[in-house]
């Protein structure tokens, strides 16, 4: 989830694109191109995808043809991520690698996002022994259930309305 967000606004920070199309100077092959930022633009010189460095780091975003985002893909502090974005702008779908708590190892997740663009399932490996976890939220945001495996145990971790641990199997 902290991937998206992050690619999001960095991506959003490229987002005054320009609509300068490019003029050919050559029919020339040119075997190198070197830039900081590539825009590709359609009949309308609309910006409809940009290659860039954001913070230092390379990101893709593909527009429509309203110039909203639809996804990024691209590195944020080292690790990569890829975000699909709502007709509204709202995140939908994420799938990134990055450390779920500072200091630890990146761990790969998928994050499904609701129409408001909030988590509502999270799967994702632990970076202990890399065990499987899935986690699901509530209209309230607060997690509601976890299913996981523990070395060869699978386990079932239900929340109550407040968020905290309210029974579980085994």
């Not at 502090?77 to 709502?86: I, K, N, S």
């Given at each position: 989830a902290g991937y998206v967000g992050g690619l999001m606004s960095q991506a959003n920070t490229q987002a005054a694109v320009s609509s300068r199309a490019a003029k050919p100077q050559s029919s020339s092959t040119v075997k190198v191109i070197r830039t900081q930022r590539l825009e590709l633009v359609?009949?309308?010189?609309?910006t409809r995808a940009?290659?860039?460095?954001?913070?230092?780091?390379?990101?893709?975003?593909l527009y429509d043809k309203q110039r909203k985002m639809r996804l990024a893909l691209g590195l944020?502090?080292?690790?990569?991520?890829?975000?699909?974005?709502?007709?509204?702008?709202?995140?939908?779908?994420g799938i990134?690698?990055?450390?779920?708590?500072?200091?630890?190892?990146p761990e790969p997740?998928?994050?499904l996002y609701s129409t408001?663009?909030?988590?509502?399932?999270?799967?994702?490996l632990t970076a202990i022994d890399e065990d499987p976890q899935l986690n699901a939220y509530g209209k309230d945001d607060k997690l509601k259930a976890t299913v996981n495996v523990l070395g060869?145990?699978?386990?079932?971790?239900?929340?109550?309305?407040?968020?905290?641990?309210?029974?579980?199997?085994p």
């Open positions: 359609d009949g309308d010189r609309k940009l290659l860039a460095l954001v913070s230092g780091e390379p990101v893709l975003t944020s502090d080292h690790e990569p991520g890829l975000a699909l974005l709502r007709a509204n702008g709202k995140p939908a779908l990134d690698l990055s450390p779920r708590e500072s200091g630890t190892e997740a998928v994050v408001e663009g909030k988590p509502k399932t999270e799967m994702m060869d145990v699978g386990q079932l971790q239900i929340y109550d309305a407040n968020g905290d641990l309210a029974g579980g199997i």
